[in-house]
């Protein structure tokens, strides 16, 4: 049975569940899904843990009156939002905690944490509870009285789940992860456990390439995370049951770290998409670089094979999302249309860790956003995929959900569209009530170099495709454009801002005035499983040359160029391209405070540069030098859908278009 809460002083209506099922926190209509008053957030989360099952009341009553009321949005620390769900513990098998080591407002807006809370709470036997990493507000206030890190259903440490699973979005965040595992009451090295502490797991890009920080964790996997989340916790769940002891405890000290050792070989062997990092010892060469990674066991595999979901659409969607009582940065119902791309960028690393392409039906998905809208009342649907126009059903996909959400004032978002043809026809087919802007990833401005990347578009489809924009009603566009590509020329950081103003241009043909135009660049980091993982990274003085390059060379106000902070790019280089000697790294920086570091107010560059000296990397040799084709790679040992061949025949042909463009220059 649902139990009502509504948003308003007195105390909200209130409906026993039955002990044998879950309960799921529901709002009133009235209460406009979304709680702005803090203070009533809080009273009313904390009554209703206290007429339930609330396994942590002596901790929640600490923080309710020692750190809440001292920090800031303490709403994002208490839970109680609608459509959570909260099982008794007494009554499952087992439990495990899903993470995103950045703030609430990044981690409830990552689709995939609700994919896996939806999917294992689907399950009568396991809970999955959310946590986050806390502010430095909170972490202070937790560390001042002792507390530890809990989940926001039944405010229960983490040191008392079963398994806990982290999403690796971000290499910058890397510091998160240690404060949230130090925080949780669980040892740091993954070498120091038992079988008394919960199974750390990492997934997420990140773990392409895992060797930085493999010193952590227990198992980390690649691949996709539906398919393996619940293997990984009925092993491991099995694999604790028969090292419990009679009295329900576990061995402690030399013999139960060797006890936990033996669990993780069976992970290893049984698994083949879970690497633990343990067993795998890496060596390195007289020139410093990595050599070889060798396995310190002869049982388990030489290589890790991803994961990968067959049939996608008969995958659940998750239809009841958690609504928020803050606002996150999307405030919105996503739903996956399709994983995968036709299309092989060279730059891209999603495109190839994603393969093969799978999609969902329109009656899917269709079905899953409306059942959404009903649970959620958000006013906004996006589509997700990494080509969203590519998906082969997409204009009959959008007359349809226009069909259906047009009438009830719900905004369709679409995107990571493609510049093709089709682009043409799409500001008609996308136009709503609520008209803002066209987001579309160009990457570069000149068809050479789209040759050289492999990403292939035309101008001419771009512009026309923006022009039909503004003749419905769109009144901006977003560009996503790349500086510091291999073989990247003057001419070509001048026709990122010549299309820009183009744009911005046609959008005066058509309604008067300059269209606002925002050209947002990053800096290329070479990604591991790229055909471009062997070419090095630009350097800082090549960034800042270019950056200022751009921003000089426009002339028109109504265009915007933003380019992203170098020192965050140079520092996810180093990270993403390291190996395992990167670990340390990252632990000095975290010793040392690095907290919170994707956000620009929080990031001390000069902390992360003087950890990397201290840790003894050569940032030129490991970001900056390229790696000959015959090198051995730390993420070697990693496999991917295509395999090294495909990358090495990527690379020899983009070498060869580097010569020709640099040639006809």
């Known amino acids: 049975m649902d139990c009502v809460l509504a948003a308003q002083r007195s105390d909200p209506p209130f409906y026993p569940t039955p002990a044998d099922s879950p309960m799921r926190l529901r709002m009133t209509p009235a209460a406009g899904f979304a709680l702005m008053d803090t203070r009533l957030s809080l009273d009313h989360s904390i009554r209703l843990w206290c007429q339930f099952f609330m396994i942590h009341h002596e901790l929640r009553r600490k923080l309710e009156s020692r750190v809440l009321p001292h920090v800031q949005t303490p709403a994002q620390y208490v839970g109680g939002e609608r459509n959570i769900i909260v099982k008794d513990h007494r009554k499952l098998r087992g439990k495990i905690a899903v993470g995103f080591p950045d703030a609430y407002t990044i981690g409830m807006s990552h689709h995939g944490l609700q994919v896996l809370y939806s999917m294992i709470n689907r399950r009568d036997d396991w809970c999955a509870e959310r946590v986050f990493m806390p502010w430095p507000d909170m972490e202070a206030k937790l560390r001042e009285h002792n507390l530890p890190l809990y989940t926001l259903e039944t405010f229960t440490p983490l040191n008392e789940f079963d398994v806990i699973g982290l999403s690796l979005q971000y ?107 343990r067993f795998y010892e890496p060596q390195y060469s007289d ?222 043909e058509v309604n008067g005035r300059y269209a606002r135009v925002t050209a947002s660049v990053s800096n290329f980091v070479p990604k591991s499983h790229t055909p471009y993982q062997w070419n090095g990274m630009q350097s800082r003085e090549y960034f800042k040359w270019a950056h200022d390059y751009l921003w000089k060379r426009r002339k028109i106000r109504s265009v915007n160029i933003k380019c992203h902070d170098i020192e965050t790019s140079l520092l996810e280089g180093v990270i993403s391209r390291g190996d395992r000697r990167t670990g340390k790294a990252i632990r000095l920086a975290w010793e040392r405070g690095a907290r919170m570091d994707g956000w620009t107010e929080h990031l001390d560059a000069e902390r992360w540069w003087q950890a990397i000296e201290d840790a003894g990397i050569d940032v030129d040799q490991q970001v900056h030098q390229k790696y000959e084709m015959m090198d051995k790679l730390p993420w070697d040992h990693v496999n991917v859908k295509f395999g090294r061949t495909y990358l090495e025949k990527e690379q020899s042909r983009a070498t060869i278009q580097l010569t020709d463009m640099a040639n006809a220059t």
């Open 287 to 508: 020139n410093n670089r990595i050599g070889s990674i060798v396995r310190t066991r002869d049982d388990v595999p030489e290589t890790i094979a991803p994961s990968v979901i067959s049939d996608l659409d008969g995958m659940p969607l998750p239809t009841e999302p958690i609504v928020p009582y803050v606002n996150c940065v999307h405030d919105r119902i996503a739903i996956e249309i399709m994983r995968g791309c036709p299309h092989l960028c060279r730059f891209c690393q999603s495109t190839v860790i994603k393969r093969p392409l799978r999609i969902r039906e329109v009656d899917t998905i269709v079905d899953a956003a409306l059942e959404s809208y009903r649970s959620t009342g958000f006013n906004e649907i996006s589509i997700l995929s990494l080509s969203s126009s590519d998906y082969p059903h997409f204009a009959e996909l959008v007359k349809r959900l226009h069909e259906v959400f047009v009438p009830l004032d719900v905004n369709i978002s679409v995107p990571s569209l493609r510049v093709n043809d089709q682009l043409r026809t799409l500001p008609e087919l996308l136009g709503s009530t609520r008209r803002k802007s066209l987001t579309l990833a160009p990457e570069v401005a000149r068809d050479d170099m789209r040759q050289q990347i492999r990403k292939k578009i035309k101008n001419s489809d771009l512009i026309e495709g923006c022009r039909a924009a503004f003749q419905n009603g769109f009144e901006s566009v977003k560009l996503y454009f790349m500086c510091g590509l291999p073989g990247e020329r003057p001419v070509d950081l001048d026709g990122i801002v010549d299309l820009a103003e183009t744009i911005s241009t046609v959008g005066k």
């Open 171 to 277: 290499e910058i965040s890397s510091p998160n992860v240690l404060t949230m595992v130090d925080l949780g009451g669980i040892p740091l090295d993954a070498v120091d456990r038992t079988m008394a502490d919960p199974l750390l797991v990492a997934g997420g890009p990140c773990c392409q390439n895992p060797e930085p920080m493999a010193d952590v964790f227990d198992v980390m996997v690649t691949g996709d995370g539906e398919p393996a989340l619940p293997e990984v916790c009925e092993l491991w769940l099995s694999l604790r049951e028969e090292a419990r002891l009679p009295d329900g405890t576990f061995v402690t000290g030399e013999e139960g770290r060797k006890q936990r050792e033996d669990a993780l070989a069976r992970v290893a062997q049984q698994l083949p998409f879970a690497y633990v990092p």
